[in-house]
């Protein structure tokens, strides 16, 4: 196995939770998820020729000066594949150790599998590190916070339905001290574009919506905006690999555009 030397910072949504893992509850965990993978799984793992032709496509490998560790194939080596030659039979350090690379090492963006001569799909393979994490609550902090957010309120910063409405109703105003005709309609069924932006616009930087606003005014787009839920684009419950309330999240989206009889949902970056 690899030697993983990291500087680890403390977080107490992976050093507090794995104190409450038993070895049973561990292996369990693990071969469940992994008896569900099917014939993916063994494809990828028995073809992988450890050529490292993706340590080059992964920012995490090049911002640590090429340390082989952060090699995609090193990162799944490092997790998964101890998982599936030990049959589940990990320690609680070794899955903090899965749940650091796994969600702090590695941000989905896929480029590795670019450069895979066998187009394997790292992602995947990380992914399910995550399911195991998530199911095991071994997650950071910050990212489990956030899903609760999503499970709770149906978006990611905890805001509420009055908050949401003011903000909007706020930069509105904004928007027409400069163009006097120009709007930001709430519920306006049948409209070309519903647009969504992420939870962070309203709760951080509500001026990104008056942006939003001038550029549709300008380009003269029939767009709306839902008052209700579902107006969230973000999903960190994605990320996090909860994907039970990933499915509630993004069934309210659609049913937002659905409800508004819209033709296209345009979201922000």
Same mark, same amino acid.
């Given at each position: 196995?690899?030697?993983?030397?990291?500087?680890?910072?403390?977080?107490?949504?992976?050093?507090?939770? &794995?104190?409450?893992?038993?070895?049973?509850?561990?292996?369990?965990?693990?071969?469940?998820?992994?008896?569900?993978?099917?014939?993916?799984?063994?494809?990828?793992?028995?073809?992988?020729?450890?050529?490292?032709?993706?340590?080059?496509?992964?920012?995490?490998?090049?911002?640590?000066?090429?340390?082989?560790?952060?090699?995609? &194939?090193?990162?799944?080596?490092?997790?998964?594949?101890?998982?599936?030659?030990?049959?589940?039979?990990?320690?609680?350090? @070794?899955?903090?150790?899965?749940?650091?690379?796994?969600?702090?090492?590695?941000?989905?963006?896929?480029?590795?599998?670019?450069?895979?001569?066998?187009?394997?799909?790292?992602?995947?393979?990380?992914?399910?590190?995550?399911?195991?994490?998530?199911?095991?609550?071994?997650?950071?902090?910050?990212?489990?916070?956030?899903?609760?957010?999503?499970?709770?309120?149906?978006?990611?910063?905890?805001?509420?339905?009055?908050?949401?409405?003011?903000?909007?109703?706020?930069?509105?105003?904004?928007?027409?001290?400069?163009?006097?005709?120009?709007?930001?309609? @709430?519920?306006?069924?049948?409209?070309?574009?519903?647009?969504?932006?992420? /939870?962070?616009?309203?709760? @951080?930087?509500?001026?990104?919506?008056?942006?939003?606003?001038?550029?549709?005014?300008? /380009?003269?787009?029939?767009?709306?905006?839902?008052?209700?839920?579902?107006?969230?684009?973000?999903?960190?419950?994605?990320? &996090?690999?909860?994907?039970?309330?990933?499915?509630?999240?993004?069934?309210?989206?659609?049913?937002?555009?659905?409800?508004?009889?819209?033709?296209?949902? &345009?979201?922000?970056?």
């Amino acid at each position: 196995m690899l030697k993983y030397e990291r500087k680890e910072i403390a977080d107490l949504g992976i050093d507090e939770s &794995v104190k409450r893992l038993t070895p049973e509850k561990i292996t369990k965990t693990i071969n469940n998820v992994l008896k569900g993978t099917g014939a993916r799984l063994k494809a990828y793992l028995d073809t992988c020729i450890h050529c490292g032709l993706c340590a080059e496509a992964c920012h995490y490998y090049l911002s640590h000066g090429k340390n082989p560790t952060y090699s995609p &194939v090193a990162k799944v080596k490092l997790t998964l594949w101890e998982m599936v030659k030990n049959k589940g039979n990990v320690s609680p350090d @070794f899955i903090a150790q899965c749940s650091r690379i796994a969600y702090t090492e590695c941000n989905r963006c896929r480029r590795c599998s670019l450069y895979c001569p066998y187009g394997i799909d790292i992602w995947y393979l990380i992914a399910l590190v995550r399911r195991i994490c998530l199911l095991l609550k071994v997650v950071p902090q910050y990212e489990m916070d956030t899903n609760y957010s999503h499970a709770a309120t149906l978006n990611m910063m905890w805001l509420k339905q009055d908050d949401w409405i003011d903000t909007v109703q706020w930069q509105e105003e904004e928007v027409r001290m400069e163009y006097k005709t120009a709007r930001i309609p @709430f519920d306006k069924e049948g409209a070309e574009v519903m647009y969504t932006p992420i /939870a962070p616009e309203p709760k @951080f930087k509500p001026q990104l919506l008056a942006a939003t606003a001038k550029i549709m005014h300008a /380009a003269g787009v029939d767009w709306t905006m839902p008052s209700f839920d579902g107006w969230d684009n973000s999903d960190i419950s994605m990320h &996090v690999a909860d994907f039970e309330t990933m499915s509630r999240v993004e069934r309210k989206h659609f049913e937002a555009a659905f409800k508004l009889k819209v033709k296209r949902i &345009v979201m922000c970056e």
